[in-house]
């Protein structure tokens, strides 16, 4: 990794997101359109849920930004843009209009209560992994030297194409 950034320094970050309820493509349409920031998105894939209860696939995306929000920052506006898609966190991993995760912040690390960077769990999951390589082909080989393998990684994903 890259030494951190300082304070008001430009960071590239990732952000996954997924929906499952209602009219999924428009709630990732929405979001993107959102990020002042954005530099890239993913194509779309759909995948089968992962954990939490029976509920519908998911529409997952991974956006890449280039922005001088703080990690704290970038989760209240992650948190933001949920509320605007009329998210209600009534279920852990429960079906949702939008789920907005902060995956890769380059060169940054955090170990919070309410925030873990990078994602704990991105690396076991293809549904995030394999959007995310197709923005970050650079990270891949880091990725895979941290356990990242794609054929013991969680979810099936279809590829739906650009948003």
């Known amino acids: 990794m890259s030494q951190p950034p300082q304070v008001g320094e430009t960071s590239r970050v990732f952000l996954g997101m997924g929906t499952n309820l209602g009219d999924r493509r428009r709630f990732l ?3 993107v359109a959102a990020i002042p920031e954005l530099r890239a998105v993913s194509p779309v894939y759909e995948t089968e849920p992962v954990g ?3 509920q519908g696939a998911y529409l997952n995306i991974v956006v890449e930004l280039a922005t001088k929000k703080s990690p704290g920052e970038l989760l209240t506006f ?4 949920e509320l605007a898609a009329g998210r209600i966190r009534v279920e852990r991993w429960g079906p ?5 995760d902060i ?22 999951r293809n549904f995030v992994m394999k959007p995310l390589i197709d923005l970050a082909p650079d990270l891949e080989e880091a990725f895979s ?3 990242y393998d794609p054929d013991s990684a969680i979810g099936e ?5 650009v948003l």
Request: charge should be negative; hydrophobic fraction near 35%.
């Open 29 to 31: 349409v929405e979001a």
């Open 52 to 54: 939490g209860p029976d």
């Open 78 to 81: 992650c948190r933001d843009l």
């Open 96 to 100: 949702r209009t939008l789920d907005v």
């Open 103 to 124: 995956l890769w912040i380059d060169g940054t690390t955090v170990d919070e209560p309410d925030l873990t960077v990078p994602h704990p769990r991105m690396l076991d």
């Open 145 to 147: 030297a941290s356990g």
């Open 157 to 161: 994903v279809t590829s739906l194409g």
